[in-house]
Every structure is written in C-alpha cells, then in structure tokens.
C-alpha cells in the first residue's frame, strides 16, 4: 500500500525518480525514470540499470552509511551528451526503506559554464600575442635598438598597430557586453533603413576604392520604416560591407540589394530584406554554422592581418536578434557569399 502510494506521488513529478529498496532492486520508477532508462526496469538489480561507476558508488554509499551523496550522470545520445546531477537520500518509514534516487538535467548549465571558460581562454589568447610583441619591442628600444633611428621607427610603427588591434579587441568586447545586456529590449524608434544603408556606403567608398572594389546600392527606391536602433544597424551593415570589402576580392563588386516581402513566414509579417553580396571566392559551406560563434575564424591568419577580431558576426547577430530579426549567411566556395538581414516592417 505505501509503495502504491509512492508510486502515484512520483509519476506526478516530471524530473526522473527512482525507488531503490533494501534488496537492492529498483522499487518504484515514475514515467520519467522510464524514459531515461527504458521500460521494464522495476525489480531489477540497480547496478544493471544504473552502470556507471559514480552514480553506483554513490547509491551504495547512501544504502551503506544513511546519508545523502551527489553524483554526475552521462548520457551520450546521437545528438548531443545530457549531464544530470544525481542526488541520492535514504528513505525510511511506512513500511518503505532504501534509497530514493533523483535525477536534474544540468546540461544547460555546463554548457554555459564551459562557453565562460572559452571565451576568458579567447580573450586571454587573442590578448597575449599584441602585449607579447609589444612588451618585446619596448626591450629592444631600451637595449640593443636605443639608438636607431630606422629601427627604432619600423619598431614603433608594429607596436602602434598592435596596440591599436588591442584597442579593437576590446571595443568589440564592450559592443558585444552592451548588445547582450539590450536584447530582450526591443527598440522602438523608427528609421529609414535606405538613408541608413546610403549612409554606410559613403563612410565606407573610401575604403573600398583603395581596395579596388565598387560598391552599389539596389532596390533602393523611397523611404522604408523599420523600427530599431540606428546606432547598432550601422555597426551591422557597416561590419558587414566592411568584411565584404575585405574579403570579396580586389577588382570585384559588392552590391547592398534592398527588398521588401509582403509576408515574411519567419516573421510573420511584412519584412525588409539587405542582401550584402560579394564576388570573392566564398566560404566552404562546412565553416557556416559556426561563423557567428565569438573568436571563431575560417582564416586566423588572415582575419589577424586585416585587422579582425572575431567578434564582428557575433556581434552582428545579438543586434538582428534584439531587432526580432533573421540573420543568413549563403555561400559556396569560388561563387561568392551573401550575408542577409531580414527586419520587421514598421
């Protein structure tokens, strides 16, 4: 009778409970637990549902000694690895002892904490290799360079650049800190995204004629409204034709295609599409996932010299993000990429 009643009191709990009684066997498993571990594993022997050695020791620690243990389970799916925290307490009364074992999914939590960890190691590296040079430069203009002229010069001129790359580090850091904070705020003010655009591309001709690159605004015809923040679209369209430039290759063009669609099935709703086009010779299509991730590069070395951080498509989609926009990338090696905005229509 009191094991029924048990029974009926953890099926209505969603996290997975087991009852582990004195003879060792599974007593009581509510849905949960049998999702986990399969049906059928009431009245068998815990260490053939359990198995692994953590999760075992602890139960047999609480069988033993009375007294509450923790414990990490794995499990290794097709998809992803699930961590559960284990907590295992004896039970006793009403005609029931043994041990009751329960089960939280702090996956979750583990994989925040371990994105913390590799960010700090990030920062950490993409810091050290600036302050290693420059700490390396001003010894030599102390020593054996302290009286020349010519080298004294080309040292100076690599310690402003890599002061000026930790300088870019660090804004991009305290964009990306102060874009996280305003997700969720969604923003109200209402632009004109073609003025907007228009003026990206002006501030940014300069730039692509010493690349050797053309720029050209299409679809643009009249105003278009969109509600948001002015300050950070330009830092995605401008961190986006900027990149264009960069990488789309010397001699190509790049085109800023505008749209708009009566109903966008992402948005449900009418929507303003920036298309920023390059010609240049594309992404493998095995790096796009992972192409908005902080830090993460398809050219280290060639991000490093052009002056990236790693930071900027991050950055690019917590702004689409608050924006309660869509952000796509499309490309293929040798056929150019296309980076895409889709915003809600004010």
Known sequence: MATDLLSSVLSGISQPLLLI??????SVANPAAGLLFGPGIVGRHYITVLRQPALLDAVEGTLRHRQPTQARYLVTGVARETVWKVLTAPVEGSGVTGV???????????????????????????????LTALLGFIETLKGAARDDAVARERFLTIMAREAERMNRLVRDLLSLSRVEAEERVRPTERIDIVALLSSCVTALKPMAQEAGVTLEVTGAEGVVPVPADADQLTQVFHNLI??????GGSGQRVTIAISREERDLSLRGPAVR???IDRGEGIDPIHLPRLTERFYRVDSHRSREKGGTGLGLAIVKHIVNRHRGRFRID?????????SVLLPEA
Do not use: C
């Open 21 to 26: 009684g004195s003879d060792d066997r599974v």
């Open 100 to 130: 009751l074992v329960s089960f939280e999914d702090i996956t979750d939590l583990e994989q925040v904490g371990q994105m913390r960890r590799d960010f700090v190691a990030n920062v950490s590296h993409e810091l050290r290799t600036p």
């Open 242 to 247: 900027e990149n264009a430039v960069k990488y």
């Open 274 to 276: 920036i298309d920023v």
């Open 331 to 339: 490309s293929e090696k040798g056929k150019g990429s296309r980076f």
